[in-house]
Nanobody, 125 residues
Framework: QVQLEEFGGGLVQAGGSLRLSCVASGGTFSTYAMAWFRQAPGKEREPVVD????????YYADSVKGRFTISRDNAKNTVYLQMNSLKPEDTAVYYCAARLRPRTGVPQTALYDYWGQGTQVTVSS
């Protein structure tokens, strides 16, 4: 059983930056692909970014391309999401997720085996 815990959310002004971290425990972290999803009030949970366990070319949602960067440190069982040039529409609860199954196309929530509790990111205008 894998446990995921997110850190780094908070309140930031538009144009600012935040770095989210997700620490995994209880499993072999390096074998999981990792992702960040987000859910704004009244909206469905949507994928933000996904990175395979070997790295490779990550998936980025169009809305965050060029602004967000995912990275992982398998030695620390941690995946990071660097968020720059934040916009009010980035306001959401951000969730870390892990999957073993292969992904094709846009990440789907049903594909992920484990989820963190989420961390709130609020971007003020």
């Amino acid at each position: 059983q894998v446990q995921l815990e997110e850190f780094g959310g908070g309140l930031v002004q538009a144009g600012g930056s935040l770095r989210l971290s997700c620490v995994a425990s209880g499993g072999t972290f390096s074998t999981y692909a990792m992702a960040w999803f987000r859910q704004a009030p009244g909206k469905e949970r949507e994928p933000v970014v996904d990175i395979a366990w070997l790295g490779g070319i990550p998936y980025y949602a169009d809305s965050v391309k060029g602004r967000f960067t995912i990275s992982r440190d398998n030695a620390k069982n941690t995946v990071y999401l660097q968020m720059n040039s934040l916009k009010p529409e980035d306001t959401a609860v951000y969730y870390c997720a892990a999957r073993l199954r292969p992904r094709t196309g846009v990440p789907q929530t049903a594909l992920y085996d484990y989820w963190g509790q989420g961390t709130q990111v609020t971007v003020s205008s």
